[in-house]
C-alpha cells in the first residue's frame, strides 16, 4: 500500500498568512494526487486535483505543485472560511490512500 | 447539479448486517465510477471501496479492511450505488460517504454521509 504522511499535523496561522502543507508519497505517484478541504460535519470538498490543477469554483489563493512522491498545498493569503482539515489522497494504485489530515486554526 | 444522497444508516449490533444506498441524479450514473469513503469520529478518511462502470464491467476494488465483509453494488437503471455491510465490528462505525470518482483525478462530488454506529 502507499503511505501518504502529511506534514505539520496541525498549523496555526493568522489571516492573511501564507501557509503551505506537505504531503509526501511511500512510492512514486506520478502526478495522481487529489487535496480536500473539510469543515466539521460537512462532506469533504476537493479543491486541488491531478496535484496542480484548480478544481472549478475554488479561489484562486489555492494551488498546488509536486509529482513523485512529494507534493505541497498553498494557501497564498488565508481567508476566514479556509480554517478547516485538510487532506492528500493519491488516486494512483489501489487501495486508495490518504494522508492523516492536517488541521488549519486560526491563530 | 450533481447530487448524492446516502441512506441506511443506523445502530447494528456486532456481527449484524446492513445495507446503505446511495442516490444519484444532476449526472449520466451510468457513465462514472462511484466510491465509498468512511469517516471514524474524530478520525481522518478512508477509502472502503469502488465499483467500475458497465464498460469497465462493474468490477470492483476494496480496502482490506473491509473486503470479504462488504459489497459494493450498483443499478443503473435507478442511478443508485449500494454498500452491503455484513459481519459487522465496532471499528466500522463511522459516516459513510458515497462519492463521483474521476478516474486518476480525486472524488469531485460526495453526498452528505449517513452514519453507522456497530454497538451492543
Known amino acids: 500500500d502507499i503511505q501518504m504522511t502529511q506534514s505539520p499535523s496541525t498549523l496555526s496561522a493568522f489571516v492573511g498568512d501564507r501557509v503551505t502543507i506537505t504531503c509526501r508519497a511511500s512510492q512514486s505517484i506520478s502526478s495522481r494526487l487529489a487535496w480536500y478541504q473539510q469543515k466539521p460535519g460537512k462532506a469533504p470538498k476537493v479543491v486541488i486535483y491531478e496535484a496542480s490543477s484548480l478544481e472549478s469554483g475554488v479561489p484562486s489563493r489555492f494551488s498546488g505543485s509536486g509529482s513523485g512522491t512529494e507534493f505541497t498545498l498553498t494557501i497564498s493569503s488565508l481567508q476566514p472560511d479556509d480554517f478547516a482539515t485538510y487532506y492528500c489522497?493519491?488516486?494512483?494504485?489501489?487501495?486508495?490512500?490518504f494522508g492523516q489530515g492536517t488541521r488549519l486554526e486560526i491563530k | 447539479e450533481v447530487q448524492l444522497v446516502e441512506s441506511g444508516g443506523g445502530l447494528v449490533q456486532p456481527g449484524g448486517s446492513l445495507r446503505l444506498s446511495c442516490a444519484a441524479s444532476?449526472?449520466?450514473?451510468?457513465?462514472?465510477?462511484m466510491d465509498w469513503v468512511r469517516q471514524a469520529p474524530g478520525k481522518g478518511l478512508e477509502w472502503v471501496g469502488r465499483?467500475?462502470?458497465?464498460?469497465?464491467?462493474?468490477?470492483?476494488e476494496y480496502a482490506a479492511s473491509v473486503k470479504g465483509r462488504f459489497t459494493i453494488s450498483r443499478d443503473d437503471s435507478k442511478s443508485s450505488l449500494y454498500l452491503q455491510l455484513n459481519s459487522l465490528k465496532t471499528e466500522d462505525t463511522a459516516v459513510y460517504y458515497c462519492a463521483r470518482s474521476g478516474s486518476y483525478s480525486g472524488f469531485h462530488y460526495w453526498g452528505q454521509g449517513t452514519l453507522v454506529t456497530v454497538s451492543s
Open positions: 489522497q493519491q488516486c494512483h494504485s489501489y487501495p486508495i490512500t
Open positions: 465499483t467500475r462502470n458497465k464498460a469497465n464491467s462493474y468490477t470492483t
Open positions: 444532476g449526472f449520466t450514473f451510468s457513465d462514472h465510477y
